[in-house]
């Protein structure tokens, strides 16, 4: 809610306290911008005080307005509509806004929220990152960014799974198949490297399962002795065991992978305050697991594994250790989520992770609880749906996914083509091309991904993406680029435009409704932290972006006869690429100085 709105709201308040000597809460009164095709700025729904004063919505509105129009000097006018009350604002409302708007500065909230834990990415270093990573990264990396408008102290972290099973397919693939090829006798990076070796695994897996199928076992056999699994499954008890050879070949295959991961998180500009792993946090959630069965919260099977019943809660029973003592990814969350209540005073942690995980972390808070952690139920669960493309869902195991670094690379080399094409890079040298081709690729990227409601599962399409018109990245940075070359023309002109618009000036609706857009900015961000959505800020830079689109193609601004309206153009003008920068900035998306 904006000062106007909350003016608005008292005064409602008064209102009924005034003519029907009853109190009414402002929690009670309900503004909406008024819609387009009515007179008015702002609506009050009155139908929730036609209780309180017992006359039609009509005469309510008629009443209710006369006061607010006596009592506030900026309502010009108000007309009804059934139970609805249109406001109009006066003209030199705005203009005195946008004057505050100029003249404040982008000063960070202060830090009274407390300390925001937000965890994502979570890759696995069997394989390179995809674009389900991607969406991981950027609705993470957004969401931190957002909650720091909002006053929160935000730690970026990210859990690399870097033991368990699925690692050492890949460290066995490399040791059957490998032939000592490294990143670098290869040219490969370490992480795409790795990834080969885990779709070959599974190749060679199939193999053997049909092979046995054919000799007679069921499928289910098949899978269980495969002397490939078998083998996987012996070289994890042997990692767990602090085998020498084992941990060295994990060492190597690691740190080819985090040197690949670290390249495609700097192309993608995502970054991390702290990072844990899986192979340091997993020991202490074997602990934890340890004390809750000797404190009677889990038990233990016949072959020695260890488990949570968790009927009477709704769920299900669930493995916490295996019967050879090797752990789960439930051990690992539990043992990572005590470390990070004990490095740091975390106020609210929150997961960033797909909505394939629900049951997961539905069972994660049970289970923190249980084991006496007051923070367990308020953990939250960010949950976000997959991501695909035109032509269907991705499987790494057969390695059909959307390599991260490819179409990263895709995406800025289609950015540079379509820029020339359309002649938006005449006259810049080669190194302002490639920046300008950079911003650009990648902002489609990120904005595609990122104007999805996250609990949405959706659909990228690289093309669609990379267009400089509709609800594109490109489209909101051109409109930036835009306002700048306008800006740089009158500073060219010598027109002084930092300066306080005059007020008494007679402006436009659609120069009114930029000025509404550009206030309303706060608003979105707030709404945005509530809601856990980038979308909402993404969709905000779009529409500032269309209605700034069409108020320049409808109206001059240097050409402009009135030297006051001008200076009022170029300032309304001005704020709004600020606008424009700080909210893609939210959505991790540079925008261009020139185009």
């Known amino acids: 809610m904006n000062n106007i709105e909350k003016i608005i709201t008292k005064n409602v308040c008064l209102a009924v306290k005034k003519l029907y000597s009853a109190e009414f809460e402002e929690n009670n009164v309900v503004i909406q911008q008024t819609k387009r095709e009515f007179e008015g700025d702002l609506t009050v729904m009155i139908f929730p005080v036609v209780k309180i004063s017992k006359h039609s919505p009509e005469q309510t509105c008629e009443e209710i307005g006369n006061f607010l129009k006596e009592n506030m000097d900026f309502i010009a006018d108000f007309n009804i509509v059934k139970g609805f009350l249109n406001i109009v604002i006066k003209k030199s409302y705005y203009l005195h806004l946008l004057n505050e708007i100029s003249e404040s500065k982008n000063q960070k909230p202060e830090q009274d929220k407390g300390l925001m834990m937000i965890e994502y990415s979570s890759p696995n270093t069997n394989k390179p990152l995809h674009l389900g990573h991607i969406r991981n990264n950027l609705l993470g990396y957004s969401i931190a960014e957002i909650q720091k408008a909002n006053g929160y102290k935000v730690l970026k972290t990210n859990i690399v799974n870097d033991r368990g099973i699925h690692i050492c397919k890949s460290m066995l693939a490399w040791q059957l198949f490998g032939k000592g090829e490294t990143p670098e006798n290869s040219g490969i990076k370490g992480d795409h490297l790795v990834g080969k070796y885990y779709v070959i695994f599974d ?114 029973e669930k493995l916490l250790l295996r019967a050879d003592g090797t752990s789960v990814y439930m051990t690992q969350d539990i043992g990572t989520a005590k470390i990070r209540y004990n490095d740091f005073p975390i106020d609210k942690m929150v997961y960033v992770v797909g909505n394939e995980q629900n049951y997961h972390f539905q069972v994660l808070a049970v289970l923190l609880d249980k084991l006496g952690f007051a923070w367990g139920k308020d953990l939250v669960h960010f949950s976000y749906g997959m991501v695909e493309l035109p032509e269907g869902k991705m499987k790494s195991r057969e390695g059909t996914v959307v ?193």
């Open 203 to 316: 190749i060679e897996y199939k193999k053997q399962i049909k092979k046995l199928i054919d000799s007679g076992l069921t499928e289910e056999e098949a899978k269980k002795s495969a002397p490939l699994i078998v083998q996987a499954q012996e070289m994890l008890v042997k990692w767990e065991q602090n085998d020498p050879e084992t941990c060295g070949l994990w060492q190597k295959m690691n740190s080819w992978v985090y040197a690949g991961f670290e390249q495609t998180y700097k192309k993608l500009g995502v970054d991390f305050d702290k990072i844990y792993y899986e192979s340091n946090t997993y020991l202490v959630g074997k602990q934890e697991v340890e004390r809750g069965l000797g404190s009677g919260i889990f038990y233990k099977k016949a072959d020695g594994s260890i488990w949570a019943d968790l009927t009477a809660d709704g769920l299900d």
């Open 403 to 595: 390599d991260a670094d490819d179409l990263i690379d895709e995406m800025i080399d289609s950015a540079r083509q379509t820029a020339f094409e359309l002649g938006k890079l005449d006259g810049l040298t080669d190194k302002e091309i490639n920046e300008i081709a950079q911003m650009v690729g990648l902002g489609a990227l990120k904005y595609f991904i990122l104007k999805v409601d996250p609990r949405k599962n959706m659909t990228f399409n690289p093309k669609e993406s990379i267009d400089f018109n509709g609800n594109t990245g490109p489209f909101i940075q051109y409109t930036h680029t835009r306002i700048k070359s306008v800006l740089r023309k009158a500073k060219e002109q010598n027109i002084d435009f930092h300066q306080n618009v005059n007020t008494s000036l007679e402006i436009n609706d659609k120069e009114k409704y930029l000025i509404q857009l550009v206030s309303d900015f706060p608003n979105v961000v707030k709404e945005a932290g509530e809601s856990f959505s980038p979308a909402l800020i993404a969709n905000y830079c779009y529409d500032l972006a269309k209605e700034f689109n069409q108020f320049y193609h409808d109206y001059s601004i240097l050409n402009e006869n009135n030297n006051d309206l001008k200076v009022f153009r170029l300032v309304l003008s001005q704020n709004t690429a600020k606008t424009i920068k700080n909210a893609m900035k939210l959505l991790g998306i540079e925008v261009p100085e020139r185009m």
